[in-house]
């Protein structure tokens, strides 16, 4: 995983609240495990729809609610295929914003007022470190969890953060190493 100090850049505009998983990446296009090849593939359905446009773009500003629905690790690699690097909305699933930044894609919680001006604006910076958004001559701060800031700007998904652990983990199954066959009384 890539460590996130600043995402910078165009902004795509997806005024829509309730985005679910299902929409964002469709059920019949999971059948792989592999993180990439999902972006071609993103809001399928709506892609469809005449005047459909959606900006490959480092930002996502959408509505709330973004990410309900099921629990699928596909959609935010769906998005992060596709080149977003931050989506910026009034609120988010709890899992989906958690596998958000499992994958160093990173959600933003702003105010929806600040979501519709940051839409409009078009261009911005996010400042991970010192959770900042700025556009258009505005700045406006968000929060985020503090272990989950950490591993962002580290670059740590779930592996490298176990192995961050590695001298206590070694320590630890040293001092439980003991000679010949571990028995349990019945």
Sequence with gaps: MQPIRVIEGGVTALPRDDVDTDQIIPKQFLKRVERTGFGEFLF??????????????????????????????????????????????????DIFYSNCTKIGLLPVVLGADHVDALRAAGRARIDLDGQLVSFDGSEVGFDIDPEIRHRLLNGLDDIGVTLANAEAIERYEAERERPGPVTTAL
Excluded: K, M, Q
């Excluded at 459909?52 to 480092?58: C, K, M, V």
């Design 44 to 93: 399928y359905d709506w892609a469809r729809e005449p005047g459909w446009e959606l900006p490959s773009n480092p930002i996502l500003a959408t509505g709330r609610n973004f990410g309900c629905g099921s629990s699928r690790e596909h959609a935010p690699w769906a998005l992060e295929d596709y080149g977003f690097r931050a989506i910026v909305a009034p609120s988010f699933a």
